[in-house]
């Protein structure tokens, strides 16, 4: 996949009408629709100053929760409106529908050096099903398609592809970063390349495997899934996570690794627990796990050796939880591979979802060259999919 796309600094947009695609897919207070966190909305910032400073005219638009096709009020982006217009100290126009009347009315209206917001996109079963119609609307209020919303270009919506068929599409400057960042991580890693992987499932994973077992010359696994691989080694793993049905799965992997060469680390040592519970007493196994209990984090042993194998890697992703991070007790190895990155000194990016919750809640996320935004974006870009948002922009 080519990640070498053109981004805002190669068009020139004075005078001109940007559709921009952003991620104002915010944390929302349930009962008062109050914002909780404006991170997204402070992270599209740059791209829009930078495209308002240049003389365009903005339409910018978001999805919003999952309405699924559904006007629903509590998912208006008329909150981020107020909450933009704060930020930016200017005007935010808002429109009251999506390529209705009153959308295309403003847009037409818009003036260099002026923002218009579309309501929720999602409003409209058309986005998520890519109708032609609806991207062709959306592009037909443009000139130039920009496209900064990370979190959705593993989908093919008429917002983050659809619109592509009909406008020049660029990439905006948080989406540059990712593929920048990421692509070249993938692409050309400065190395030793050592790939961290944790979380629940094998199988949400397996492509993740796959590729890096062509790039990274180490592998690391914690989580709730290395107890699968403990298991098709032969251990016993008592009640902790197992995906049967991927065993064999497991065993190849393990026999792959090392006929290419490739250190593939599972833990030594576990924190175990009777039962899966904030509150359980924490029990300290190394090698075979009792019966009656399940493993909940990587142990003491495990911190240190997976640290060790950081120590001097030219990049390292990471993408899962070392063990069950929310629960206070057993979120020691978590921490401990977060700190590891922190000091190594190499490249770092870490995964969304889990992990980059995790780096944040730990206090580590400036020592970490890159946090990607798209948790399931950045899944997708490990597994070296093509994804559909990215591969609608135009080449460089
Ligand atoms: P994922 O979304 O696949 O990255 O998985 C993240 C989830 O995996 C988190 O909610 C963790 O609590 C969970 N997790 C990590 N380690 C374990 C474990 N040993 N047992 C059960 N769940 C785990």
Redesign the pocket.
């Known amino acids: 996949m080519n990640y070498n796309k053109k981004t805002v600094y190669d068009v020139d947009v004075k005078g001109k009408k940007v559709l921009l695609r952003c991620d104002f897919n915010v944390p929302q207070n349930k009962e008062t629709g109050e914002i909780t966190s404006d991170k997204r909305i402070v992270a599209a910032i740059p791209t829009i100053k930078y495209l308002l400073e240049q003389g365009a005219a903005v339409i910018a638009c978001s999805h919003l929760g999952k309405p699924k096709g559904e006007w629903k009020t509590k998912l208006s982006l008329a909150p981020v409106a107020k909450r933009l217009s704060e930020l930016l100290g200017q005007e935010v126009i808002f429109a009251s529908d999506i390529i209705g009347e009153d959308a295309q009315a403003k847009a037409a209206a818009l003036k260099p050096g002026q923002l218009l917001l579309l309501e929720n996109l999602r409003f409209d079963i058309r986005e998520e099903k890519n109708g032609a119609d609806f991207a062709k609307a959306l592009a037909d209020m443009a000139e130039i398609f920009v496209s900064d919303a990370f979190g959705t270009v593993h989908r093919a919506h008429a917002s983050t592809a659809g619109v592509a068929a009909y406008l020049p599409a660029y990439s905006g400057l948080l989406v540059d970063k990712e593929l920048s960042i990421m692509g070249k991580a993938l692409d050309d890693p400065k190395r030793p390349f050592v790939a961290v992987l944790?979380?629940?499932?094998v199988s949400?994973?397996i492509n993740v495997i796959n590729n890096l077992l062509e790039k990274a010359d180490t592998i690391i696994i914690?989580?709730?899934?290395?107890?699968t691989f403990k298991k098709a080694q032969g251990f016993g793993i008592g009640t902790?996570?197992l995906e049967a049905d991927r065993l064999d799965y497991a065993k190849d992997m393990i026999a792959k690794a090392e006929a290419k060469g490739v250190k593939f680390l599972l833990p030594v040592d576990?924190l175990c627990a009777a039962e899966?519970s904030a509150d359980a007493e924490p029990v300290l196994v190394e090698g075979d796990i009792p019966e009656d209990l399940?493993?909940?984090?990587i142990g003491p042993k495990t911190a240190e050796l997976f640290a060790e194998a950081v120590k001097g890697a030219g990049t390292i992703v990471w993408?899962?939880?070392?063990?069950?991070?929310?629960?206070d007790k057993?979120a020691g190895g978590?921490k401990a591979m977060a700190k590891a990155l922190a000091e190594s000194g190499a490249v770092t990016i870490v995964g969304g979802?889990?992990?980059a919750s995790a780096v944040e809640k730990l206090g580590f996320a400036d020592k970490i060259t890159h946090i990607s935004t798209g948790?399931g974006a950045s899944l997708e870009f490990l597994e070296g999919k093509e994804l559909p948002g990215v591969a609608c922009l135009l080449d460089k």
Do not use: H, Q, R
């Open positions: 944790g979380g629940a499932k949400d994973k914690g989580g709730g899934m290395a107890y902790s996570l576990n899966f399940m493993g909940m984090d993408n899962g939880p070392m063990g069950v991070f929310e629960f057993f978590t979802g889990d992990s948790g």
